[in-house]
């Protein structure tokens, strides 16, 4: 059998008896980073065999993780923090599984996006988890379209030094919304900080972010609207010229030429 076993995202505390229990009793356990689960490891007293396993060598580590399920033995998987799979290797693994037959389970824990969406104070009845953006501004950009009409709270992952750019991408898209931005999640300077968009994160990044953005609010019926007030409602949430163009063409499915009379300044 194998196990997807989450671990804690910060509070070592964080940690099912079962966690405990599988990690202590399986033959070995595959992790992102083997000097770094071996702290989580040492604080508990379990004492396995580790082996890599991470998004560089997934495919790899994954088919000899394959040959010891089929020998029989218990394996294992953790990454750094939080559940694997989800924004963090594991994907491919499970596909693997999946191909040779293989069963699985998960021993569930600790997950960022959830508690980051219980602490940000954001609708939560309904909400999208999106993850981590693209490097490439094209693809974050056409990415986003697809979520920017969801009317439900959407959660993205956030490294330190993509914080910033991740906020001036939501917003281009987006629109001028509320949002959060929790870091340190069950750690000491946990911190839910409420900003709009178009400000800009309050204070200098530092730690792992998740960006809490609300979603999108109901509009108005957009046909009871002049062509330059449809626009105009796009501009002044932000959007440029040519992003708002497109959208107001597309809702009201005219061509763009007959739309940039609008956008010149008298």
Known sequence: MLYFVATPIGNLKDMSYRAVEVLSQVDEIACEDTRHSQVLLNHYGIKKPLVSY???????????IIDKLIAGKNIAVITDAGMPVISDPGNVLVNMLYENGLEYTVVPGACACVSALVLSGLNSERF??????????????????????????????????????????V?????????????????????????????????????????????????????????????????????????????????????KSTLYKYTIED
Request: contains cysteine; glycine residues 6%.
């Open 54 to 64: 991470h998004k560089f060598n997934e495919r790899e580590s994954g088919q000899k």
């Open 128 to 169: 999208c988890f999106i993850g981590f953006l693209p490097q490439k501004a094209s693809e974050r950009k056409a990415l986003l379209e697809k979520y920017k009409s969801l009317d439900m709270t959407l959660i993205f992952y956030c490294a330190p030094h993509d914080i910033k750019k991740d906020i001036e991408t």
């Open 171 to 255: 917003y281009s898209v987006l629109g001028d919304r509320s949002a959060v931005a929790v870091k340190e999640i069950t750690k000491l300077h946990e911190r839910a900080e409420r900003f709009n968009l178009a400000d800009g994160l309050p204070t200098e990044p530092k730690g792992e972010y998740v960006l809490v953005v609300e979603g999108a609010k109901e509009n108005a019926d957009f046909l009871s609207l002049t062509e330059k007030g449809h626009i105009e409602l796009y501009l002044s949430q932000g959007m440029d010229k040519k992003d708002a163009l497109k959208r107001v063409a597309k809702e009201r499915g005219v061509a």
